[in-house]
């Protein structure tokens, strides 16, 4: 759905945009009676809107309105307008942490306020069985009066869904993964633990836990490299801190804290004195080319990427699983979201690829193969 400042959908008036996420567009509303400022958010416009997008963005409305809590997003109503699904929701003046973090440095004790808020909106969520799987500083509005609001539920799954037990899914932003979610299995409320710890680490370091110029060494780093220690990076943090922070980091679930509200009550420990000291200054969601997780104004274009048949995937992970193992999948995956024909993919995913012989010879592959171009 094309929409522009002024339209007037249902009763609600169009009067800015306020960003776009991985499916949807936002923007901000009047309502026409009530005169209240609210957020509607729907499909994006100018992308394939497959069967399993709109059931997606379905879910997270069917998700949100089960979910009560002053940390989580509200969900005011939801109806189609012109066969297409709208929802309304509470609307937060304030920036998101990502953006705070990239306009200046915080104290440790106001990092720490935000990561509790955050962990108490998902200890709500997961006690309801739903698992958020995108927890990151560009889904976590920080409001004018300091109040913390989890945004985005597009990605998120009930416990006991379908989706929940299929493995090999691969969804959600390379930086934040937890292992199991780079090598599609299973997850659990645990890997929202992981994901609040890769932030919580960004908050208290000034970087990424583990970072690269390649998905491939992005997604290697969340399977088999240690983080540095954050007391090395920033010998002013307490003990304390920087062994909840590395427990959150662990590669096996079952090291890691096991609910958001065990890892709320780890930080419940600290002491006060602990938390005065001031927080590197950091550009959190950049990477080598921009930021991994930014929402794309609306001003901007977006040429239309094109839709590869699964099969197709199927075999080019195949035959790239043969140089980066089952990091593939997600590369492949990645990739294919942006690329607009098959010989980008191809291109992207060859990128990957450290040496050049290995690099020519995958590409060979290609062209000796029956997958069309």
Known sequence: MSITIGDQIGDYEVTGTLGVGGMGQVYRVRHTISHRVEALKVLASGRPVTEEIVGRFLREIQLLASLH?????????????????????????GLTLGAKLNASPLMLGTSLNYIQQVLAGLAYAHERKIIHRDVKPSNIMIGNNDQVKLLDFGLAIPALGPEFTRTGTILGSLHYMSPEQVLGEQIDARSDVYSVGVTLYQLVTGRLPFDGPSEYSIANGHLKSEPINPTTI????????????????????????????????????????????????????RMRNGHPDAEVGFGSSRPEKAVFESSMLEVIVRDLAYHLGPIAKIVVSRAAKRAL???D?????????????????????????????
Request: net charge neutral; proline share 6%.
């Open 69 to 93: 809590h002053p940390n989580i997003t509200a969900l005011h109503t939801a109806f189609r307008h012109e066969g297409e699904l709208i929802m309304i929701m509470e609307f937060v003046e």
């Open 234 to 285: 920033n010998s002013d943090l307490p003990v304390r801190l920087s062994e909840i922070v590395l427990k959150s980091l662990a590669k096996s679930p079952a090291d890691r804290f096991q609910t958001a509200k065990d890892f709320l009550g780890a930080l419940g420990t600290l002491r006060s004195g602990e938390t005065t000291t001031l927080v590197i200054s950091s550009h959190p969601d």
């Open 341 to 343: 024909t098959l010989d």
């Open 345 to 373: 993919l191809y291109e992207m995913v060859a990128a990957e690829i450290g040496p050049e012989e290995r690099r020519k010879t995958f590409l060979a592959i290609r062209r000796k193969s029956s997958v069309p171009k």
